[in-house]
């Protein structure tokens, strides 16, 4: 007999949306960021501006949405029971996103104190929200790979927050560390073994549901999220000294995983039963795309990715705004026009006429945001070899995100709207 | 052996395939098309919706002696799915392809949703409890639903 069977687990919406609505405005803070810093910033993956930039969308913009969509995903998909997830939102979102200003800031200005500042935080809000969210996913009873990627990704993102804060402690307070060889490691775990683990485990529950495709096969479903801990394990050996020579093969089985994940995906929609598209099928395969585009250039780049420092910067733009940013904007635009319907449904009681989920953020918006997006990804990639794009692809990001950024905030009008008009009927029947 | 509930899974995908038809119709605008999809949709959707609220969750119900919970749960997203698919004819009526979609898009994330907590978690607490049963539940189910795949 299931031990603990609760349908009704769903945080309020608040839990959720507060961070959804906050994390657009991060990418489109990088996105000004870059068009005032110009060109320079992008000479390499380690000028001061470049570490801004990085931060603001993967600590603002990426951790902001992951962190809300989880607190929603983990009591629905997988069965836990967060602790108190109103009073961990209310915690957890306004520190991260302090932190993820601070740090940005730090980098900016090379200021020691903020460095210090932003590692305190960060270790205080990451740390509170792994242990709720890890006891949540440990208790379960709940099985199956999207189970366990969930789990490995929240150890990823301890890993990545201790790396993160051992290193920003070390700038603030003038340390010894070798912050190149934690940087590396740093880096691939909160791409690969956080964020990439996280959209792992999400689309084997989330594709086969919203396009009818068949589910991912069962064996690699299971295989795929240990592989790549075991990939990111040896990685983190260059943390022990230099890298040795066979790292860059564990690079390149990193990149295999993660290209086997994408072809996978893109396969699967392919054979979907649904034949309607939508801007969330669209985004995600976007991101797919961007996927194999990263293990391509890698395998292109080879030994010789250090010799051009921008290689990295390329590798940079293809993993954050080409697959992230495109995979959580494909996500959102799904996940809260359903939570609008569903919490007023059941605001509401039986019988009642929530607007369904196109009348809460327009489609033609999200087609058009969606456009914007990848017309910004395709100027962001040109001007890593022609710099003098750098400023229009800056402004290009960071209106999309802006309209991202809307579009969401429109979401949550409708939703207030249609609240206050059951609430003035007088048939409310759940608060 | 297989599951009592096998033929429930089997009668999602055929449920599952219709939709997509119906949905597929009304988006390319060929009205007569989606009018006969989305009234055998509809059809297939009563005749699962009977065969669990008439057959599996009595069964259920009085296998395990309890009442409530998951069961009642089911029985509210079935309703909230009835409302789903009446605004569907409504904008069948009307030919209009936005409500008909986003109604249908609205649907489809609850369906999709509702077979999976069914699948992973009420079927297999079935498949458990009426194990122990004289009663051929798995018969009833399948004599209701299998042959309507075929068609």
Known sequence: MHPNLSFEQAPPISVPFRFFVTAPWFGAAAGLLLAWLGADALASRWTSGALALNHLLVAGFMLQATCGALLQFVPVAAGGNVWRPRLVAGVAHPLLAIAALLLAAAFLFAARALFIAAAAIFAVSIAGYVIVVGFALRRTPAQGPTLMALRLAVAGLAVTAVLGVAMATSLGSGGSLPLIEITHVHAAWGLGGWALMLVMGVSYHVVPMFQLTPPYPVRLAWTLPPALVAVLGLWSWQLGGDAAPWQQAVLLAGMFLASVYAATTLVLQARRRRKVGDPTLFFFRGAMGCLLLIAASTLWFGADADADPRAAVWIGMLAIPGVFVSVISGMLYKIMPFLNWLHLQRLGGPGTMPPNIREMIPERAMLGQMRLHFAAVALLLLAVPLPSLTRPAGLLFAASCAWLGVNLAGGVRSYLRFRDRIVAAGTTVAA | ?151
């Not at chain 2, 219709?18 to 009304?26: C, G, K, L, N, S």
Request: hydrophobic fraction near 40%; proline fraction near 3%.
């Open chain 2, 1 to 151: 052996m297989t599951n009592p509930t096998q033929p429930l899974r089997h009668h999602h995908k055929h449920c599952d395939d219709i939709f997509a038809t119906a949905e597929a119709q009304a988006h390319a605008g060929e009205w007569a098309g989606c009018e006969t999809a989305s009234a055998k949709f509809i059809a297939e959707m009563e005749a699962h919706f009977a065969t669990e609220e008439q057959v599996l969750f009595p069964a259920f119900e009085t296998a395990t002696g309890m009442s409530g919970g998951p069961v009642a749960v089911m029985r509210m997203e079935h309703a909230q799915m009835r409302d789903l698919m009446a605004q569907m004819v409504v904008a069948l009526k009307a030919r209009d392809r936005n409500a008909y979609g986003g109604a249908a898009d609205t649907l489809l994330i609850l369906m999709q949703q509702h077979n999976v907590k069914e699948e992973n978690i009420l079927y297999p607490m079935c498949d458990s409890s009426l194990a122990a049963t004289v009663l051929d539940i798995g018969g009833a189910l399948g004599e209701r639903l299998e042959g309507r795949c075929q068609t």
